[in-house]
């Protein structure tokens, strides 16, 4: 159980000091990475910033993610899932531009610039609060890559093991503090989990 988000970052950025991983720059997910990416940006002594994508949601059930858009508008799909659940082309693709949209501004809330930080050839550590599905984490990561970092590292306090193995495809390493089998939620291994306010993830920014 961690107390807080700043406490799952302070555990977390101990875990990769212990595994020698090193970053040129941490990369949290908004809005609820920020307080866990700021303590492992100054452990690594890197600079920190935002890679940001949004999930898209099932159809009458916006909380089951089928897939998830990049804020440079790359889009992952869990194809089985959205076979299984026979969700419409066209339904995606409204979707898909409604999101792209979204993540977009939210990226451009949290940077003076657009687009990325410039990522080529640099050792980037990629942090959430956690994973469920981890549709978004995948869609970040996809984001990421493509812009030619020479290194990736996803670093969560918790998921459930089935999600983390799919996104060991996805980086280069996958560091998880815990892995439950019964997991049903992140917030469950949190005595705190508030929800972070874009000011308040800004704040986390700014502290560098």
Not at 4 to 12: K, S
Not at 58 to 75: K, Q, R, T, Y
Not at 103 to 130: F, I, Q, S
Request: overall charge negative; proline content about 6%; some cysteine.
């Amino acid at each position: 159980m961690f107390a807080d988000r700043t406490d799952a970052g302070d555990r977390l950025a101990a875990e990769l000091e212990r595994r020698g991983i090193d970053a040129d720059i941490v990369l949290g997910i908004p809005r609820g990475a920020l307080p866990v990416a700021r303590p492992v940006a100054d452990a690594l002594e890197a600079d920190l910033d935002v890679v940001v994508a949004r999930k898209l949601g099932a159809p009458n059930n916006p909380e089951l993610a089928v897939g998830a858009v990049a804020s440079e508008g790359s889009v992952w799909l869990n194809d089985p899932l959205v076979e299984r659940l026979g969700v419409s082309d066209s339904y995606l693709e409204s979707i898909r531009s409604e999101e792209a949209t979204n993540a977009r501004e939210k990226a451009d809330r949290y940077r003076e610039t657009p687009g990325l930080p410039d990522l080529e050839g640099k050792h980037v550590v990629v942090v959430d609060d956690g994973v469920a599905t981890g549709a978004t984490a995948i869609a970040c990561l996809r984001q990421v890559r493509e812009a030619d970092a020479a290194r990736v590292t996803l670093a969560v306090p918790v998921g459930p093991p089935d999600s983390l193995a799919n996104l060991e495809d996805e980086a280069d390493e996958v560091v998880a503090l815990k892995t439950p089998a019964d997991f049903r939620a992140v917030g469950q291994y949190y005595r705190t989990f508030g929800q972070v306010t874009d000011e308040e993830a800004i704040e986390y920014l700014n502290r560098g």
